[in-house]
């Protein structure tokens, strides 16, 4: 009886040891992670490596799902942008995680979801005074402009829509009106030019590419994937942001 309560507790001891050193490894490579993963942060980001046991996943030296998320990025001219992303096998050999000389950190695939701030998409337009919001779960873009007849400026304002063509971020506006004023439907479209203008749109964070755009409550949202993706350690001399291998 007393042999058989030693080994349980050694078991249990064991079991315990072990499931402590999967996550001590774990927070480890979460830190180390961190640092290749810095830019366009400005600092380390959260990153959190998914997969139990992790230790299985440290001695094949891939790991197959790793969570990065942080905001405050400046990309471009737009700053306060946040970005969630999900890396797929990267490659990290645990001697080289314990001994801190890898310089390199391959992974396969990365999707990342960029929110930016539509504050910052309406400052970066063309359109003076342009605001856009997001109401009942559409995206209402406005502006003071010129009207033709009348001799002030005047809020138009419409439903709106960012989408991709050719290449370029353009804002469509629908549906247009002047608040307190009735318009005829040609005055309301001569002033569709000046509301469906390009906006620009920085290059992407990571060589992602551009998939899809969706309008949410806190920004517009930006989907996007790139493979093959090197990330570089900030003591390598070369530039060290995450380059798409060609």
């Known amino acids: ?5 030693v080994v349980l507790v050694v078991l249990v001891l064991l079991v315990l040891g072990l499931a402590l050193a999967d996550r001590i490894l774990a927070a480890l490579a979460e830190h180390k992670a961190s640092e290749y993963l810095a830019e366009p942060f400005g600092h380390p980001p959260t990153v959190r490596v998914h997969g139990a046991p992790f230790l299985t996943q440290a001695v094949r030296g891939r790991y197959r799902d790793v969570e990065v998320s942080g905001g405050g990025l400046q990309i471009g001219d737009i700053s306060g942008a946040t970005l969630n992303a999900r890396l797929s096998n990267i490659y990290l050999p645990a001697r080289e995680l314990l001994s801190g000389r890898a310089t390199e950190l391959p992974c396969e695939r990365v999707q990342g979801r960029l929110v930016l701030p539509y504050g910052e998409l309406a400052r970066v337009s063309r359109v003076p005074g342009l605001a856009l919001t997001y109401e009942h779960e559409r995206l209402v873009a406005s502006a003071s402009l010129p009207v033709p007849g009348i001799s002030q400026l005047a809020r138009v304002s419409g439903t709106a829509k960012l989408a991709v063509v050719d290449g370029a971020v353009w804002l469509r506006v629908s549906g247009l009106s002047v608040a307190g004023i009735s318009l005829t439907a040609l005055v309301l479209k001569q002033l569709m030019p000046r509301m469906n203008v390009p906006i620009p ?10 998939d899809e755009l969706q309008p949410g409550p806190s920004g517009l949202v930006v989907s996007g994937s790139a493979a093959a993706v090197v990330f570089r350690s900030p003591n390598d001399p070369r530039d060290w942001d995450g380059d798409p291998v060609s």
Not at 1 to 5: E, F, G
Not at 201 to 207: A, C, I
């Open 1 to 5: 009886m007393l042999i058989a309560i």
């Open 201 to 210: 749109l920085p290059m992407l964070p990571w060589g992602l590419r551009l």
